[in-house]
Structure formats: structure tokens, C-alpha cells
């Protein structure tokens, strides 16, 4: 069982440029989640989505979209990267919804110049 | 928006104990989770407390006060494995989950 994955494992791109960050889980989770994680802030929701078919808002979600068409994957798209949205992206899953426990994914590690 | 406050580093020795601290202000309360992350790695799952009082598992415990706002991740007998971040993350009234910015344990031998 692989659990989250993520693709790709670290990327450097050029500011402009536009980018999608996968998340897949084969647990048959119903909640998924992104975070980003910069020194000294911490995780922080950019977006979530409680089941296939709905997305929401994090604490930070501009700059990026999510969708989410099925139960395995939650793509997250940075429309058009700027150098502040270099930082850790971890995708995470829970299972019945937001009361569950929530698991990572390994990250990517994303730099924008 | 959330509040939660913990430590930014703790030095320790092998084979001691260490308690690192969480104070938190939300927005409702749904349950206090403290996560294991690893230098370059995904956070880990450790405890989860919704009501006051100890939780112990293995050389982990976790504590949690409720009317305090206050929780405390205990770590016995301390092993070099165990040098990592530690993160507390609360969840508020509408099940988001907020996180501090975590505590680098050092274990020194």
C-alpha cells in the first residue's frame, strides 16, 4: 500500500511559469488537504476538500486552485508562480472527513525564481 | 485567526526526558494533535488528546488542559531517533486543522 504519494519530488521553476502539484492516495480517504510549510510559519492550509466533488478554502489559498474529480487525486495548481510561493507542499488525507486524523504525503519541495 | 505557541528548539541527552509545551487559542476546540517530522520528511502521526488528561503510548505521552488552553508532549528515555521536530496542531470549531511552528528536539549523547 503506498498510501499519499506526490509528484513531483522537488522542482525549480520560473517565476510565471504555471505548475500542478499531484497528490494521489489509494486509501479510499474522503477528506484531502494542502499545506505549505515555510521556516518559523509552520503548516498552513492553502486549500481542502471534504469528499470528491467539493473544494474550500484554507488560511492561504491565493495563487493557487484545486479540483478534485474523483477520490484518489487532489491536484494543486499554481496558476502563475511567484518567488513567495517557494516553499514545502504536503498533500495529506483523512478518512471519513475533517474529524479524522489527517496523514502526509512526502512533500515537494517547490522553488520559484 | 489561531494562536498556538510551543518552543522553537530543546536540547536533551539520551536516555532523559524532555516536556515540550503547547499553548493554543482558537476559534473552538476539536481535538489537539502533536506530529513527528524529520529533517526532509513528511510529519508522522504521534497523539491525539479531545479530553483533558494524560494519553500515554510507549516512551510518548500527551497531555492536554482544556480550560488552560494547554498541552505538553512528554518524551522518555530518549533516543537519538527521536532528534526531530515535534508539532503541536489544534483543531478549531470548523474542524481546520492549525499548526505552531514546531519544536527541533536535539538528542546529544
Known amino acids: 500500500i503506498a498510501g499519499i504519494t506526490q509528484a513531483p519530488t522537488s522542482q525549480i521553476l520560473a517565476a510565471g511559469r504555471r505548475m500542478t502539484l499531484r497528490c494521489t492516495q489509494d486509501?479510499?480517504?474522503?477528506?484531502m488537504y494542502w499545506y505549505r510549510q515555510d521556516l518559523g510559519l509552520g503548516l498552513r492550509l492553502i486549500h481542502y476538500?471534504?469528499?470528491?466533488?467539493?473544494?474550500g478554502k484554507g488560511e492561504v489559498p491565493d495563487g493557487y486552485s484545486v479540483s478534485r474529480a474523483n477520490t484518489d487525486d487532489f491536484p494543486l495548481t499554481l496558476a502563475s508562480a511567484v518567488p513567495s510561493q517557494t516553499s514545502v507542499y504536503f498533500c495529506a488525507s483523512s478518512a471519513a472527513g475533517p474529524t479524522d486524523t489527517q496523514y502526509f504525503g512526502p512533500g515537494t519541495r517547490l522553488t520559484v525564481l | 485567526g489561531q494562536n498556538i505557541d510551543q518552543p522553537t528548539e530543546m536540547t536533551a541527552t539520551e536516555g532523559a526526558i524532555v516536556q515540550i509545551n503547547c499553548t493554543y487559542q482558537t476559534s473552538g476546540f476539536n481535538g489537539l494533535f502533536w506530529y513527528q517530522q524529520h529533517a526532509g520528511e513528511a510529519p508522522t502521526f504521534l497523539s491525539y488528546?479531545?479530553?483533558?488528561g494524560l494519553e500515554e503510548k510507549g516512551r510518548f505521552s500527551s497531555f492536554l488542559s482544556r480550560s488552560k488552553g494547554y498541552s505538553y508532549l512528554l518524551l522518555k528515555e530518549l533516543q537519538m531517533k527521536d532528534s526531530a521536530s515535534y508539532l503541536c496542531?489544534?483543531?478549531?470549531?470548523?474542524?481546520?486543522?492549525?499548526f505552531g511552528a514546531g519544536t527541533t528536539v536535539t538528542v546529544r549523547a
Open positions: 476538500s471534504n469528499t470528491a466533488g467539493t473544494t
Open positions: 496542531a489544534v483543531r478549531d470549531g470548523d474542524y481546520k486543522l492549525s
Open positions: 488528546n479531545v479530553l483533558d
Open positions: 486509501m479510499r480517504h474522503n477528506a
